[in-house]
T-cell receptor, first 119, second 115 residues
Framework: NAGVMQNPRHLVRRRGQEARLRCSPM?????VYWYRQLPEEGLKFMVY????????ESGMPKERFSAEFPKEGPSILRIQQVVRGDSAAYFC?????????????????FGPGTRLTVL | AQKVTQAQTEISVVEKEDVTLDCVYE???????LFWYKQPPSGELVFLIR??????QNEISGRYSWNFQKSTSSFNFTITASQVVDSAVYFC????????????FGGGTRVLVKP
């Protein structure tokens, strides 16, 4: 069973361009979480999606950022008109379900991350 | 809201020394989970341990051990007889069911083990 896959692993964009980051969850997983790690900082939650639904986007910047997880295909994190401050590592994690019930837990499995550099 | 604090930003030790990483968390939820992850220089996240709020038993796994104390809201991590390969950034994290199990990470502690 392949792990969580993210591509590209490294992405270089010039200011003003668009960045598309892809996350293919583990087989059978229908929940995806995106996290951002700015240089020298910890990871920060961005968005939590279920197939075709955004469950929690409380960590997403209000402008330029969007995420989707279609019925078929990978989850996409899209950053429009990138700026230098968007340079970071973006990690996604997948889970079979978001909530498993009291006392149980649905593990999040992390991908290797996409390192975005904005020139 | 949840919060995780790792007060130590960087720790430097000589090989074979023990090193303890502190983690203090805040949450009002009674059902929550605590984690430690390792991020080596290659950048990926390596899962080390998960504990739930109902289980305060300490745990040992090889040279790693964890001390969970609800009374002080702490979940500390000790590496015994450190090795150069332990050099990495270590993150403590918290999730609560009520928030969809999204992870709240601490700022991380960089551990440098010198030969």
């Amino acid at each position: 069973n392949a792990g969580v896959m993210q591509n590209p692993r490294h992405l270089v964009r010039r200011r003003g361009q668009e960045a598309r980051l892809r996350c293919s969850p583990m087989k059978g997983h229908s929940h995806v979480y995106w996290y951002r790690q700015l240089p020298e900082e910890g990871l920060k939650f961005m968005v939590y999606l279920q197939k075709e639904n955004i469950i929690d986007e409380s960590g997403m910047p209000k402008e330029r950022f969007s995420a989707e997880f279609p019925k078929e295909g990978p989850s996409i994190l899209r950053i429009q008109q990138v700026v230098r401050g968007d340079s970071a590592a973006y990690f996604c994690a997948s889970s079979p379900r978001g909530l498993a019930g009291v006392g149980a837990y649905n593990e999040q499995f992390f991908g290797p991350g996409t390192r975005l550099t904005v020139l | 809201a949840q919060k995780v604090t790792q007060a130590q930003t960087e720790i430097s030790v000589v090989e074979k020394e023990d090193v303890t990483l502190d983690c203090v968390y805040e949450t009002r939820d009674t059902t929550y989970y605590l984690f430690w992850y390792k991020q080596p220089p290659s950048g990926e996240l390596v899962f080390l341990i998960r504990r739930n709020s109902f289980d305060e038993q300490n745990e040992i796994s090889g040279r790693y051990s964890w001390n969970f104390q609800k009374s002080t809201s702490s979940f500390n991590f000790t590496i015994t007889a450190s090795q150069v390969v332990d050099s990495a950034v270590y993150f403590c994290a918290l999730s609560v069911e009520a928030a969809g199990n999204k992870l709240t990470f601490g700022g991380g502690t960089r551990v440098l083990v010198k030969p």
